[in-house]
């Protein structure tokens, strides 16, 4: 695929465009969100390009829970499993995706409602 044409966090992922990288290792890579909806709002994504839920293959099952294994301890290191994080992926054009590069959202240091809106 032309660079151009690749989606804005593969670009990160390729140091093409800049970020505020929190953590990097051989399969994801976590950085700050850009239009941040909490005092700390971090996305975690694989370094392979999976769009959605959908697109996660059986090989892909140990990527997608590193992912998970990477959130929390970042979240460790910030302390924030004292007082409570919330994680998201928003999947789908209803659930509110706009990136189709398969992310976590990680997001702490404010109270989060339920239902979500
Ligand atoms: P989604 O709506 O797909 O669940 O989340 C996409 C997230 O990516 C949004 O929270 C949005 O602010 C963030 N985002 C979009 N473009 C960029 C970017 O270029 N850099 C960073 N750091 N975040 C971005
Ligand atoms: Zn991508």
Redesign the pocket.
């Known amino acids: 695929m032309d660079l151009d044409q690749k989606c804005?966090f593969c670009k990160?992922i390729e140091k093409k465009?800049p970020?505020r990288i929190v953590h990097e290792d051989e399969h994801s890579l976590a950085?700050?969100?850009?239009?941040p909806q909490a005092p700390i709002h971090m996305?975690i994504v694989p370094k392979k390009h999976i769009a959605d839920i959908h697109g996660i293959t059986v090989a892909d099952r140990e990527i997608i829970g590193h992912l998970f294994f990477v959130a929390k301890t970042i979240a460790a290191q910030k302390g924030l499993d004292k007082s409570g994080y919330r994680m998201v992926i928003?999947n789908g054009r209803d659930a509110?995706?706009?990136?189709f590069h398969i992310?976590l959202?990680l997001l702490s240091g404010r109270p989060f409602a339920w239902p979500p809106g």
């Open positions: 804005i990160i465009i970020a950085f700050e969100d850009l239009n996305l928003n509110g995706q706009t990136v992310h959202h």
